[in-house]
């Protein structure tokens, strides 16, 4: 069974460009999570989805960033005009729908905004 | 106070050598406690859960005080492989949300 990819897994971007990461949860699970690490920083959480509803986005940094999951299955991200802050690894978790068990994390994706 | 507080580490330990990691997490509706390891440019990959009554996996123990707030790690007998970040990881809220530790850098040396 495939886990939790991401794409892509490294993206370069200048100052005020836009940028869209992906995200592809396991089979079956209704809960997908976005979760950054910057530099030097713990893993943050920005948001989570149960289907294609966006349960709590408590930790979205600002309105330049935009999260879907369309249709309750892939998720993307797209931080738009990228500010140099915004760089870190973006990791993205999916777990299942009784929600107490673990969560299962992606690859993450390295942003790196110059 | 931060949700989640580990020991800031780094933890430089020698082969053969137990350590052990402490946790402390604020929200006391916390439900379900995690280990997670983290290799460096990876991702965060489960360790182990920590149950109430306490669970070991081979050379790894967790342990869970509620009342305390308190989660631990025990490894034996370390190898080098061991190095990571090990991460303290609190559900709470039936799932709503996963808050992750700062995490503790273990390097076990030959």
């Known amino acids: ?114 | 106070r931060k949700e989640v507080e580990q020991d800031p580490g780094p933890f430089n330990v020698p082969e053969g050598a137990t350590v052990a990691f402490n946790c402390t997490y604020s929200n006391s509706a916390s439900q379900s406690f995690f280990w997670y390891r983290q290799d460096c440019r990876k991702e965060p990959k489960l360790l182990m859960s920590v149950y109430s009554s306490g669970n070991e996996d081979g050379r790894f123990t967790a342990q869970l005080n509620r009342a305390s707030q308190y989660i631990s790690l025990l490894i034996r007998d370390s190898k080098l492989s061991d190095s990571a970040t090990y991460l303290c990881v609190v559900n709470y809220n039936y799932g709503q949300n996963f808050v992750f530790g700062p995490g503790t850098r273990l390097s076990v040396l030959p």
């Not at chain 1, 069974?1 to 892509?8: K, M, R, S």
């Not at chain 1, 089979?27 to 920083?41: A, Q």
């Not at chain 1, 948001?47 to 960033?65: A, C, I, T, W, Y």
């Open chain 1, 1 to 114: 069974e495939a886990g939790v990819t991401q794409f892509p897994s490294h993206s370069v971007i200048e100052k005020g460009q836009t940028v869209t990461l992906r995200c592809d949860p396991i089979s079956g699970h209704d809960n997908l999570y976005w979760y950054r690490r910057v530099m030097g920083k713990e893993i943050k959480f920005l948001l989570h989805f149960v289907k294609e509803s966006k349960q709590d986005e408590s930790g979205m940094p600002n309105n330049r960033f935009l999260a879907e999951r369309t249709g309750g299955t892939y998720s993307t991200l797209k931080v738009q005009p990228a500010e140099l802050e915004d760089s870190g690894v973006y990791f993205c978790a999916s777990s299942q729908e009784t929600g107490l068990g673990e969560a299962f994390f992606g690859q993450g994706t390295r942003l790196t905004v110059v």
